[in-house]
């Protein structure tokens, strides 16, 4: 009997120092006054490449409209993509992609993301770098229905 109290009693002082412990490092970690900010990226230059219709693959007759805008990395990349004309290829490649999707992969938000993930890839590997960084920092859509 003896024996059990010492057990609970050094169970219930390992868990209160468990909490303890707990509680004092999660505050040290959430606490910003130490002068640790969080940084918070600004977004880069935004160039709008339009608005697209496309039939989709698949089975019946399915159409895809959508408006598409690229933030690219700096202004140096802006230039780059204005400057050679790229924006009939970027258009050009966007549309083939679209082509290629059917209509059951685009009904989620997984499927919307995916598709946006597949154009970036495509356009950072035809498109110059800048200074060794791809140029298409993210791909967002302004609008995008199905029918």
């Given amino acids: 009997m003896k024996r059990m109290v010492i057990f609970i009693i050094i169970g219930?002082?390992?868990f209160g120092a468990?909490?303890?412990g707990g509680l004092y490092?999660?505050?040290?970690?959430s606490s910003t006054d130490d002068g640790v900010q969080s940084?918070?990226?600004v977004p880069g230059p935004v160039i709008s490449v339009g608005e697209f219709t496309v039939n989709l693959a698949g089975t019946g007759n399915r159409i895809l409209s959508f408006s598409v805008s690229l933030e690219t990395l700096n202004a140096k990349a802006d230039d780059i993509i204005k400057k050679q004309n790229w924006l009939t290829r970027i258009r050009h490649e966007i549309l083939l992609l679209a082509k290629d999707r059917v209509f059951e992969d685009l009904t989620k938000a997984e499927g919307v993301i995916m598709f946006g993930e597949?154009?970036?890839r495509t356009l950072n590997t035809i498109l110059p770098t800048t200074n060794g960084e791809v140029a298409i920092v993210r791909v967002m859509f302004e609008a995008?229905?199905?029918?």
């Fill in 12 to 14: 219930l002082v390992l």
């Fill in 25 to 29: 490092f999660g505050r040290g970690l």
């Fill in 118 to 120: 597949q154009i970036k």
């Fill in 144 to 147: 995008f229905v199905l029918q």
């Fill in 39 to 41: 940084v918070i990226a």
């Fill in 18 to 20: 468990g909490i303890g």
